[in-house]
């Protein structure tokens, strides 16, 4: 094997570990977009977990409301099951449930937010692998095409 037949042989071999590279490049790229993915749907998890939590503590809280505006109305000698003693305490339980469901739909939005973001990571991710793939085989190519070229004589 002359010089020539070497240096088209060492350029073949450098195009191939350069492609190399490039795929694991784009492996190690999509691994930690995936990682990022997962990272994003535990914190949606956890968003909805929070917001059912904070939803049943002001469950729990306007329960002790409406049982003290009881109390109280009741102290007073009023009539706890009519008229405007009544209106209160339905006002307190139809404002609680409100507020409630806000905190549901926040809690529903922040996850949402989360899981929009996991999809961009892992589309992210699958468009890195696909890059480096091609880039990867654009080298391989233009390696292999310098390798026929000095083979030939024609000079890299």
Do not use: P
Not at 23 to 35: A, L, M, R, T, V
Not at 90 to 112: C, F, G, R, Y
């Amino acid at each position: 094997m002359g010089a020539t037949g070497v240096m088209a042989f060492t350029q073949l071999a450098t195009g191939a570990s350069q492609a190399s590279a490039i795929n694991d490049e784009g492996d190690y790229q999509k691994s930690i977009f995936d990682i990022n993915a997962r990272f994003a749907e535990v914190n949606a998890k956890d968003a909805i977990k929070r917001g059912d939590k904070e939803a049943i503590a002001l469950k729990k809280q306007a329960k002790r409301l409406i049982g003290s505006q009881r109390a109280s109305l009741a102290a007073q000698g009023v009539d706890i099951e009519t008229g405007s003693a009544l209106d209160i305490q339905e006002d307190t339980a139809v404002l609680a449930q409100d507020d409630v469901m806000t905190i549901k739909n926040n809690a529903w939005k922040e996850a949402l937010g989360y899981r929009v973001e996991a999809f961009n990571f892992r589309n992210q991710g699958k468009f890195a692998k696909l890059s480096a793939r091609n880039k990867a085989r654009n080298t391989l190519l233009t390696s292999g095409l310098q390798a026929l070229s000095t083979s030939e004589g024609g000079g890299a």
